[in-house]
């Protein structure tokens, strides 16, 4: 549900700003017309005075604590069409709109370079692809030359490293299945379609091991860093992901998988359900909207909102409450940099956030630069962070 606020919410500020598609504009005309409440909302937050108001309120909020008392002052309780809405999507869901709207429209209108050296990028399709038989190929914007039975699909966004299943019941199995190894560096991502037709999305320094088409009763890869999975439904052959601590066994569904730096496995679902059984030998069932958190110490599961988890895949960075030490560990896994804390209490700052990611490092320094307690300066690929 949030995510799709997320995406309404940047249709409005194209909309606004001018920037808008022709495609996009008939998206939200589709959403306006999808619900009297959506219609109201609209019009009241593109009244001039009123957005005013609710741009210096939100100047005023950086805490998701602080939802609740926006809704109060913005005045968004005084329908009874909007008091509807917030029943049936919940409070933060329906204050999530304006303010993912807002802070869309005032970040990118306000964003200025203006640091002149050398930008840190972050890169969507390169990668190194490894084979079992000695092989390797650097996985660029180019074609070049690929391994056969393999091709690159290319998006508006990214590329996708796509394999054919070629194999027929009547043809015989090859002697020995070439394995793949995809290995995603620091500072980029890629994405990957297996023979199956499950969708694989790769998150910094990242990689995956997989067959290039799945032979056995079960279709099996592993993996090491990020990644989120869409899996081709199959009911006689299940998908299992290995990793570290974890193996995760579905027929076909949507989830996350994150097994990073030796940290807690994290597996979120989003869809469908999941069998996880962790290096003890239990085994925990996930339902939509639950992650399961396996260690050495043991294993548990918890409620959480996936698009926290999730929106990394959709271009987007969403932190609840997380400390800027850990923010910027997962900025520098995205954009390939080293960072320091002049002020170790800097590191501790809880920080709730939703931000679109960009080419550039500094576009979302300026970003968060725009609270009061921190500042930020680049000296290369350094990043020092310090009381503003």
Request: some cysteine; aromatic content about 10%.
């Amino acid at each position: 549900m949030i995510s799709e606020h997320l995406h309404i919410a940047d249709l409005i500020r194209k909309e606004l700003d001018g920037t808008i598609s022709h495609s996009e504009r008939a998206r939200l005309e589709q959403w306006l017309e999808a619900d009297p409440c959506n219609a109201d909302f609209y019009r009241q937050l593109t009244e001039e005075a009123d957005f005013g108001r609710m741009l210096k309120e939100y100047e005023r909020v950086s805490r998701l604590s602080d939802f609740e008392g926006f809704a109060q002052r913005t005045g968004m309780r005084r329908t009874n069409r909007l008091r509807r809405l917030r029943r049936r999507i919940g409070m933060v869901a329906a204050v999530f709109l304006p303010l993912a709207i807002l802070m869309t429209f005032v970040f990118q209108l306000g964003h200025k370079k203006s640091v002149s050296e050398d930008p840190v990028l972050h890169h969507s399709s390169v990668a190194m692809l490894m084979l079992s038989d000695g092989r390797s190929f650097t996985l660029c914007d180019t074609t070049g030359y690929l391994p056969e039975g393999t091709s690159l699909k290319k998006s508006e966004e990214s590329s996708v490293l796509s394999y054919n299943d070629e194999m027929s019941e009547e043809a015989p199995l090859p002697e020995e299945v070439v394995t793949s190894r995809l290995i995603v560096p620091r500072g980029a991502d890629y994405r990957l379609e297996l023979s199956d037709g499950t969708q694989v999305w790769l998150g910094a320094n990242s990689e995956i091991e997989y067959p290039a088409f799945f032979t056995d009763s079960v279709r099996k890869v592993s993996l090491k860093g990020l990644a989120y999975f869409k899996v081709t439904r199959d009911e006689q052959r299940p998908f299992i992901v290995r990793t570290s601590q974890a193996s995760v066994r579905v027929l076909g569904t949507e989830f996350c998988v994150s097994d990073q730096n030796g940290a807690v496995n994290q597996i979120t679902l989003v869809s469908g359900r999941v069998a996880v059984r962790d290096m003890h030998g239990s085994e925990l069932l996930l339902l939509p909207g639950q992650q399961a958190n396996i260690s050495a110490q043991g294993s548990n599961v918890a409620e959480v909102e996936t698009l926290y988890y999730t929106a990394w895949k959709d271009g987007f960075f969403m932190f609840r409450e997380k400390s800027l030490e850990k923010i910027m560990e997962e900025l520098s896994q995205w954009y390939d940099f080293d960072y320091i804390f002049n002020t170790p209490e800097l590191s501790q700052i809880a920080i709730s956030a939703r931000m679109k990611k960009y080419e550039d490092i500094d576009s979302i320094l300026e970003l968060l630069g725009q609270m009061d307690q921190i500042a930020f300066e680049r000296n290369g690929r350094t990043i020092t962070v310090m009381e503003k």
